[in-house]
């Protein structure tokens, strides 16, 4: 159970981080289900990824990886929401 507590920090991060930006922007928002979904999406990749890649820069340890995994979740929702947009146009 250790071992996966890092990885559901990161998920929970990123839907938060998603819901955050699609709060912010509603033009892109995708409803608070698709943007969780987004931001669980690009929370497990951006803590896995990111926080490994610049956990010198955004901080040592869990901090820099839930940092990571919520700029993940965020921008994995603003690139959904744009394809979103542009499809409907």
């Known amino acids: 159970m250790e071992a996966l507590m890092p990885l559901i920090m990161q998920l929970i991060s990123g839907a938060v981080g998603g819901n955050i930006i699609g709060a912010l922007a509603k033009k892109l928002s995708l409803g608070f289900l698709g943007n ?11 803590g896995q990824f990111l926080g ?6 955004l901080g040592s340890g869990m901090a820099g990886s839930l940092g990571a995994a919520a700029g993940g979740g965020g921008i994995v929702m603003v690139v959904i929401g744009l394809i979103k947009s542009m499809m409907s146009k």
């Open 36 to 46: 969780t979904v987004a931001g669980l999406v690009g929370g497990g990749l951006g």
């Open 52 to 57: 490994e890649a610049l956990g010198g820069m």
